[in-house]
């Protein structure tokens, strides 16, 4: 048997999923005896005596010759090894244990080569959290091929474009509630172009709606600060379908508030979004589908921009960024000649809108000559997703024109 895998890894607890194709869903896999549950510990067991990696169980925390590993998240996070006795474990070498623990969940007989893909879903992501990941996999017997690592949103943009068409035939809107407080996400969708673009906004209201606020006996505040924040973020929007997800939505307080703003729209809500949505990408990423589609996540940008020149008697363009690449991986430097102008033209792309338009920047006080002798340095870089800083500095023409070392600066909002 073979299958499509999705894992949502967080720091309390990891999920498991298997994209059923005969009704395109994705299953939970139940990995404890409490089949109520498909959330396990994200820990595992060390046996002192027997020398062997055992399923974590509440019962090991207050055994002898156990040593519990609880955190197994922080310690891919900030790649920490752990010492049992006398031997240092690094954090992939435990983590592709916990792996396999996950595999042998599907099915006792499940061998690595079973496993078509596997998409491994996280809050967010830094290096060395995709480092660990990646080489825990490949220890578990996955090759880099048969493996995606992705953060919930991205993960959460494939599962969108893989539900009935009406769910997202205007704007799809996420509220995430956890221990950090509310962010509240919106995808929008290009679908005048083909690849179709998805692009992602987040807005964080961690500091209006807090997860303590569960904690006290009276829920009115909390639920006049939710109702607030929906009525700021879904005013006037054409936002067809809305998910709650988070342990935050647990209970019944945001009930009454859920209901309200479900006029006109479908709402879903409920603990197993992300690791359903991993199931979908590894679907999409190794049974083929992902390419109809161009997921642009909250730091990605969503407009291209290239500097317009002629080189070799043609007008080419200068790449900067292009769409879906990270902000903070985008930018560059060239030198230009400029001939009888002093302005530079810049020509922006919008991935939503199919649309171009050209930002200009004049070089006041610069002369316009026609010898070409007007020789500058374009810098760009990208502060954000939404804004470009173009520098140029007069770096002269050698013996035949001096610099002046004039700057210019101009930000271009995208």
Not at 194 to 221: C, G, H, N, W
Not at 337 to 360: G, H, P, Q, V, Y
């Amino acid at each position: 048997m073979e299958y499509i895998v999705g894992i949502d890894f967080c720091r309390d607890f990891t999920q498991l999923c298997i994209y059923n194709p005969t009704n395109n869903s994705a299953d939970a896999v139940h990995l404890s005896s409490d089949k109520q549950s498909t959330r396990i510990r994200s820990a595992l067991t060390y046996s002192l005596e027997q020398k062997e990696w055992m399923v974590y169980s509440v019962l090991h925390d207050m055994k002898p010759g156990l040593k519990v590993v609880d955190n197994l998240y922080d310690l891919a996070l900030n790649d920490e090894s752990v010492m049992i006795g006398d031997e240092e474990y690094t954090p992939d070498a435990v983590l592709s244990r916990f792996i396999s623990r996950l595999f042998f969940s599907l099915n006792r007989d499940a061998r690595p080569e079973d496993i078509i893909g596997v998409t491994v879903t996280v809050a967010d992501i830094n290096r060395n959290l995709y480092k660990n990941i990646a080489s825990a996999l490949e220890l578990a017997g996955i090759p880099k091929e048969r493996y995606r690592i992705c953060d919930h949103i991205e993960s959460f943009m494939y599962y969108v474009v893989m539900q009935n068409k009406d769910i997202w035939i205007n704007d799809v809107g996420l509220f995430d509630f956890g221990e950090e407080g509310l962010k509240f996400f919106v995808l929008h969708f290009g679908r005048k172009q083909q690849p179709l673009a998805v692009v992602a906004e987040s807005t964080d209201f961690s500091d209006t709606v807090r997860y303590s606020m569960l904690k006290e006996t009276d829920d009115i505040r909390l639920k006049y600060a939710f109702e607030s924040v929906c009525g700021i973020m879904l005013h006037k929007q054409t936002v067809s379908a809305i998910y709650a997800t988070g342990d935050g939505f647990e209970g019944s307080w945001s009930d009454e508030i859920l209901k309200k703003i479900s006029t006109g729209r479908r709402i879903f809500r409920g603990q197993n979004l992300y690791v359903k949505a991993a199931a979908y990408t590894a679907h999409l990423f190794f049974e083929g589908g992902s390419e109809n589609y161009l997921v642009i996540g909250e730091e990605d940008l969503k407009c291209s921009m290239a500097l317009r020149a002629v080189s070799g008697g043609e007008l080419q363009e200068i790449p900067f960024g292009q769409v879906g690449q990270k902000y903070t991986e985008a930018g560059g430097k060239v030198d230009i000649i400029l001939d009888d102008t002093n302005e530079i033209d810049f020509m922006i792309r919008n991935a939503l809108k199919k649309d171009t338009f050209c930002a200009i920047m004049t070089l006041e006080a610069l002369p316009v000559r026609k010898n070409k002798t007007n020789r500058v340095s374009v810098e760009v870089r990208f502060p954000s997703r939404n804004e470009a800083v173009v520098t140029v500095r007069d770096t002269g023409f050698g013996n035949i024109r001096k610099t002046d070392y004039r700057i210019w600066e101009q930000v271009i909002n995208l």
